[in-house]
Nanobody
Framework: QVQLVESGGGLVQPGGSLRLSCAAS????????MGWYRQAPGKQRELVAA???????SYDDSVKGRFTISRDNPKNTVNLQMNSLKPEDTAVYYC?????????WGQGTQVTVSS
């Protein structure tokens, strides 16, 4: 069973930065998709950023230019650098990984943007 463990969430003021990390229990090269989703209270879970296949990335329009997804293959981690944070970025952020025939979720990490 694959485990994904997120870290790096917390409370930050508007305009601040946070870096989320997702550590996988096996080589991330085995996943064709790794992404960060978020879910705010009363809202559906949404895809924020993804890294696919050979390394191409995609972002939701709401975070383009502010968030950057990256992976560290030797450490089996996927990171999400979040800059210029806004109150509307407040949510639980989840790491997701997809392999052929299977998908995995982390337990989530809370990000709160508030003054």
């Amino acid at each position: 069973q694959v485990q994904l463990v997120e870290s790096g969430g917390g409370l930050v003021q508007p305009g601040g930065s946070l870096r989320l990390s997702c550590a996988a229990s096996r080589s991330i090269s085995s996943f064709y998709f790794m992404g960060w989703y978020r879910q705010a209270p009363g809202k559906q879970r949404e895809l924020v950023a993804a890294i696919i296949g050979g390394g191409s990335t995609s972002y939701d329009d709401s975070v383009k230019g502010r968030f950057t997804i990256s992976r560290d293959n030797p450490k089996n981690t996927v990171n999400l650098q979040m800059n210029s944070l806004k109150p509307e970025d407040t949510a639980v952020y989840y790491c997701n990984a997809k392999a052929l025939g299977a998908g995995y979720w982390g337990q989530g990490t809370q990000v709160t943007v508030s003054s």
